[in-house]
């Protein structure tokens, strides 16, 4: 039963192919949590297919808010805001959510949240791990974005490095693409990287100025395979896979650690797709034995996700960071305190 001091917040998440609420008490607590994805939808294509996502988020969405609510055990005059993805995404599917939430919010006379779907991830450690709070160092790890940021606050993000180009969740799904493995890429790859051995050297993805660059990890691992395929060799898939997955992550736990030795850190976390990553979990444990505490997100907090967006909406909402009825959808929205690139 809902006390007089919670408060409620009803998340809603369309930025890509899953179609998600969810009902959380506090920024904390889970009430309810309904993903709908479309990935049998779109794995007959290889990937997402911008306008098919739209569409289906059109049709799923009234039912997937309906689902959360009766999940939670809960009615809209429990609810005390409503947060909404609107950025970063494909237009077409963040319109969906941004337009729904608004016309919820205002005929039920319910304050707007529009939250940014990158802190969004980052909050979805605190619906694993109640009791952590800010100062931390996150290492944000997703399809379209791959950083390492200092939380400050609840509000506050400090963008030490980011990505230069890809982002590592679009490397590991092209990588996938081309060892012909079926959409979504990254589970497959980590799947198939378990089976293999990592025979096969990659430049590190670290930049000389300390960012990160996954461009040229891809093409090194196409090269890799056409080579072998002039020349008639046949490379096992599992190796080239586990090879490209370590010179992936590897890079990121590197410079991860140079972060934590500089700034002091006593927790770091990690936020999105690739969080869910069997090595990278594994690389990040070992922070462990140098008395660091480690935040690994459940693995259905790691991709998209409401219950995230519920979290990080119960903060703004706590701060007054309240929309109105102008909001619109930013596909290319950035994490606060990014600064661009030189």
Do not use: W
Request: net charge negative.
């Amino acid at each position: 039963m809902k006390q007089h001091n919670d408060i409620y917040i009803l998340g809603i998440e369309s930025s890509c192919d899953e179609t998600a609420a969810a009902v959380v008490a506090n920024g904390r607590q889970i009430l309810s949590d309904v993903v709908l994805s479309q990935i049998d939808i779109h794995r007959i294509y290889g990937g997402v297919v911008p306008e098919i996502a739209s569409r289906n988020h059109v049709e799923a969405v009234d039912k997937v808010v309906a689902e959360a609510l009766a999940e939670a055990g809960v009615t809209l005059s429990d609810i005390d805001a409503v947060a909404v993805t609107y950025g970063a995404g494909l237009v077409g599917a963040l319109l969906v959510g941004v337009s729904y939430a608004k016309g919820l919010a205002q005929a039920q006379g319910l304050p707007l949240i529009a939250v940014n779907h990158i802190e969004g991830h980052i909050c979805a450690n605190y619906l694993t791990y109640p009791d952590l709070v800010p100062p931390y160092v996150c290492l944000l790890t997703s399809g379209g974005h791959t950083a390492i940021v200092n939380v400050t606050d609840y509000d506050g993000y400090d963008v030490v490095c980011s990505t230069v180009d890809d982002a590592v969740g679009e490397a590991f799904d092209k990588v996938a693409r081309v060892l012909g493995l079926p959409y979504p890429g990254g589970p497959q790859i980590d799947r198939l990287a378990q089976q293999g051995k990592p025979l096969y050297k990659f430049h590190s993805v670290v930049t000389s100025n300390g960012n990160f660059s996954y461009s040229g990890l891809k093409t090194a691992v196409i090269n890799l395979l056409h080579n072998a395929e002039q020349k008639g060799n046949k490379l096992d898939p599992a190796d080239v896979a586990a090879s490209f997955t370590r010179a992936a992550v590897d890079g990121l736990v590197d410079r991860l650690s140079q972060e934590i030795a500089h700034s002091g850190a006593a927790t770091v976390a990690v936020a999105g797709g690739v969080g869910a990553n069997s090595y990278l979990r594994a690389r990040l444990k070992e922070f462990e034995q140098r008395g660091l505490r480690v935040c690994l997100p459940k693995l259905s907090l790691c991709g998209d996700n409401a219950a995230m967006i519920a979290s990080r909406g119960y903060y703004m909402f706590c701060n007054g960071e309240v929309a109105d009825l102008t909001l619109n959808a930013c596909p290319t929205l950035k994490l606060r305190g990014e600064k661009p690139h030189r």
